[in-house]
């Protein structure tokens, strides 16, 4: 029906070819004298999206998600997710040759424990793992009596005899009518913090802070703009920006060459190590900066500084050209989903629509606008058993048609030029039953109290977690995922340092965009999330005697009325419900076709006790 343009919708493979990988792989393994390996889910940054020649887990085990870790042994296998994964990969891995196991509690550390016996040599790729993770494996081994082996080349690219090429996606210079801070300001911050840090130079080894930075984008991942590279930021004089050349046109080079040195990436292992050879103490970030750095700055005689990159901060507190962008960004996408909503309403109940057709027609809706330059993220569309799988992702062979009584779940994004979007909607197709408008009206009641929340300056996601979930929890339920995650500016959707989770330990502060995305999951029934993004404003409090915030609602798109149960909601939420669904109306109305704008009147009338 629609041309989908960012996202296929293949089945992995599976099978002979994979179950001939592992038996090759084991192979390799032999031959290089060890008797176990570690594969991570992830490429020399940590990304949450990595290229295709990065996907190294995906094809020894076929398990696709964006979170896990491979753990191969001589006789043992195992795939290792997170909660958000386990149908998944019961449905993707080859059960008679790898067990599924947790990826948290307990971690992949307890499994190794269990399987490996003294005089075990446990291969690891220094270049795919933290050196916190590094080191999480080297206590197993050392319990095990066992040896970890850094490796000097990954042996499942040795048998990865079809691996594509790395990435070499042009960049983009990120102009100051949408970033806001020119290169130099972004400079005289991050120099301030290595002050602050006590040592003589950082290494930027997420690209999204090197982006940042350096105001460009590139298109290396799905989904995120993102130019794969590195910096080195000294205390005094030039950085450098490790790019590889071929990515550059004559404008971004000279654009990167007015504040820093341009190398390509190979030089940066030496330069490290010129710099090391001093003693230097070189600041790295936990999260995203490889052990084999730490294994470089320390081997040449510097000391690696580990701790929390300073940039992550200073790239989660928005400036206001940032957020004047996002907030047209919404509106523009706002238009994408009420034509999209409405299209739902009018075709869903034919049961001629699939899950693949609702992601087409949104992704059809949102290039109409003429700004899409991605999905910020593989659109989730689950209708009926499907939406109870919380990153659940439609394929061909999963695709199932929207039928009367189901509820379908539709989590999406965008990225503009001038911010991302996130937002999710369930929506009834046809009559919902009593225990979907129930666990629909307890999801909706935690979001509103977290869009209503105020709270003072300090304030931790944790602390504001228990708000979204106080009314599921008051019926024996929960959902197994954080509450929110913070939002880049035409960069990643996920983005941190800030959360609202359980585990939401960085204070939120005025200029941070966050989701707000409580939800429900009835297995093998169906699923409920309704999400919005909210920007960290001062809350006005006459008298406070504190300095007060709230949260800004961003997303503008109808919530469905027909699964609210009135009965169970107080005064004050519908008060915020009804004026909501007024402003929606009111910013989204004049932009719409006069059909839209007749479903958007009916789907944002007052709802009344």
Known sequence: ???????????PEAGVALAARLAAFREELARRKLTGFVIPR???????????SEERLAWLT???????????LTHEAAVFVDGRYTLQAA????AKAW????????PPESWLTAHLKAGDRLGFDPWLHTSAAAERLAAVCAKADAELVAVDSNPVDAIWQDR?????????????QFAGTAEAEKLKQIRAEIEKLGVEALVLSDSHAVAWTFNIRGADVAHTPLPLSYALVPKNGRPTVFIDHRKLSNLTRDHLEQSADVREPDAMAPTLMALAKSGAAIALDNATAADALSRLIAGAGGKPVRGSDPIALLKAVKNTTEIAGTKTAHRRDAVALARFLAFIDREAESGKLTEIDAVEALETFRRDTGALKDVSFPTISGTGPNGAIVHYRVTRKSNRRIARGDLLLIDSGAQYEDGTTDVTRTMAVGEPTDEMRDRFTRVLRGHIAIARAVFPDGTTGAQLDTLARQYL????????HGTGHGVGSYLSVHEGPARISKLGTTPLKRGMILSNEPGYYKTDGFGIRIENLEL?????????????????????APIDRRLIDVAMVSRDELDWLNAYHTRVKAEVRPALDEATRAWLDQATAELKA
């Open 473 to 480: 929890w008051a019926a024996g339920v929960d959902f197994e």
């Open 536 to 556: 960290v404003v001062a809350a006005e409090i006459p008298g406070a005697e504190k300095s007060m915030n709230a949260f800004e609602t961003l997303t503008l």
């Open 1 to 11: 029906m629609f041309e989908a343009h960012f996202q296929t919708f293949e089945e």
């Open 62 to 72: 076929g398990f696709t998600g964006s979170a896990g870790l491979a753990a191969v």
């Open 99 to 106: 067990a599924v196991e947790s990826l948290v509690d307990p």
């Open 91 to 94: 449905k993707q891995v080859d």
């Open 42 to 52: 992830a490429d020399q940054q940590q990304n949450e999206y990595v290229p295709p």
């Open 164 to 176: 594509p090429l790395p990435p070499l996606a042009p960049v983009a210079v990120h102009g100051l």
